[in-house]
């Protein structure tokens, strides 16, 4: 593994069912953060979490869920899907929360919820 | 409450120069940041600035007015591969990332 990496790459989900969206990164880094981009939107935040054991929530976290059991890996949970929930998803990662520091991000998660 | 604005779309020719504005408005401020999106990839780091001035990174330059809330990313030297869209993202107070919608710049030769 080279940085962070996403899994699936792309999926359809009927309406309704659970799903969980996969990150992990292998760089070290204590701060973890979840997005999702919608045609004419910016980024948002769903969920972010600043060192293993800890999360947040974000701007719009309704429908979603997370955790951060270790250093690498940050799940992100849709108990019920719904079709507003059709997005691309990044997870990012940092070396700390805020500052200087930039985010990397994945290769994003391609949602469609029917 | 938070705003970042930035123009939908610019067009420019190859081999030229162009100013992308950013406006915000963010509870707090701890610097911003621009990001460069090909279509279909993710965001990657451009420049970070927290302090008032320009920072020049080769054909990139970023500068930042926090006075008036203002940012621009210049782009030299326009080549192809410079097509894609540039986000602006500003951090508050709790040190979260604001982003704009981003700006599409399409290159023409």
Redesign the interface.
């Known amino acids: 593994i080279a940085g962070i990496t996403q899994a699936p790459t792309s999926q359809i989900l009927a309406a309704g069912r659970r799903m969980t969206l996969r990150c992990t990164q292998d760089m070290r880094h204590n701060a973890m953060y979840w ?1 999702r981009q919608d045609l ?6 769903i969920h ?1 979490s600043n060192t293993a054991g800890t999360t947040g929530k ?1 701007e719009v976290p309704d429908g979603y869920s997370v955790s951060r059991a270790n250093t690498d890996d940050f799940p992100l949970t849709l108990a019920s899907a719904v079709p507003s929930q059709t997005s691309v998803y ?1 997870c990012a990662s940092s070396v700390a ?4 520091n ?7 998660t391609r949602l469609t919820v029917l | 409450g938070q705003n970042i604005d930035q123009p939908t779309e610019m067009t420019a020719t190859e081999g030229a120069i162009v100013q992308i504005n950013c406006t915000y408005q963010t509870s707090g401020f701890n610097g911003l940041f621009w990001y460069q999106q090909h279509a279909g990839e993710a965001p990657t780091f451009l420049s970070y600035n927290v302090l008032d001035g320009l920072e020049e990174k080769g054909r990139f330059s970023s500068f930042l007015s926090r006075s008036k809330g203002y940012s621009y990313l210049l782009l030299k030297e326009l080549q192809m591969k410079d097509s894609a869209s540039y986000l602006c993202a500003a951090t508050d107070s709790n040190y979260q990332l604001i982003w704009g919608a981003g700006t599409k710049l399409i290159i023409k030769p």
């Open positions: 997005y004419g939107l910016g980024l948002r935040l972010y974000g990044f929360a805020g500052g200087r930039e985010q990397f991000f994945g290769p994003g």
